[in-house]
């Protein structure tokens, strides 16, 4: 199949959106085999289907790198409470928090979770996400971590994307029980049961003042070595509490949030390797102040990626379009590098070098926009130009 007729954003690693105009893509069964100007299309592709896009603009299929998109329920309610002005620990005593989220995951059946992640992964389709990433954490039992992995697994199964799966039993500590027991007895054991039944891609955890301490994480992350998984980290979110270097030190695929990460956590994860994960929705949730460092991570060229954090609490958000508009209004990262944020730098976090960007040898997944100028993904709120999507070279 021929894309012809098109404007392409390459997002290539040689630098902003690699613009190709007047640009063809060519494509054989799931693989790009030939991407450049119109003029240049080997002989060899001449007679195959074409397909005239009128201009249109290709990207990468984007990929959602960080999302807890598989819960129970949701905590609506508390947000109301929130804005009727209930403080945080009326809240808590209401049963409010992750910890509400971990009661409803616990009384929801694989069907059901599936089922009720399934409009939220829609949502992300509609948008051209092709590769997400799904979290295990609000099960914090080894049964419910199992059942949130199966269903994000069986996600992948029900609809035409890609699911990357992360085990994040070090997400909170149930009550009643020290952090240190937790990780010993049920986070692990889970970990173990979890890799058993092939139902982990990377492990992730809550480095945090509220949930677990670097030291904690590190006997977390040894068992990933072990096992040979990569791992990822919550990392500096609402406090500096080390998580970054951490992450660093076990070479990892990415850290996220990042608000209180400083210039020599960059330089640390510019040296491993690690992908900055900017998640702007927890940001705007939470009504957070602290900025992360932007600069730090474009001076030390440390790869950003934009995500949805996708979950109940901090960031009940479904749109990386928004998520987009977010990085460049809050943070003020370009529109190139939102749109490198959401394809290339985002496959880097998950791992996955066979997409991300429009080159020869790559998967054909692709989105295709009602756009001009790539700049218009990150410009507009809450309007969806997506013309069509191509997995694995289907339309
Ligand atoms: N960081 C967050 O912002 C969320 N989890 C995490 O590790 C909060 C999740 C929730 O409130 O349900
Ligand atoms: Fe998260």
Redesign the pocket.
Known sequence: MLLTNATIATVTETGGYGLIPDGIVAIQSETIVWTGPAKSLPTLYHAEDALDLEGRLITPGLVDCHT?IV?GGN?AREFEMRLQGASYEEIARAGG??AS?VLQTRATSEDALVAAALPRVDALIAEGVTTLEIKS??GLELDTELRMLRAARRISEIRPIRVQTSF?GA??TPSGMTADAYIDNICLPALDAAYAEGLIDAVDG?C?GI?FSPTQMRRVFDRARHFGLPVKL?AE?LSHTGGARLAAEFCALSAD?LEYADDADAAAMAQSGTVAVI?PG?FYT?RETQVPPIDAFRRHNVPMALAS?C?????PMTSLLLTMNMGATLFRMTPEECLSGVTRNAARALGLRDRGTIAAGMRADLAIWNVEHPAELSYRIGFNPLWKRVYGGKL
């Open positions: 807890h819960h905590r928090g992750i989220t954490g609000y994040l997400h909170a809550f945090e949930a919550h979110q949030h998640l927890a939470l954090d979950n109940p609490g901090s960031s």
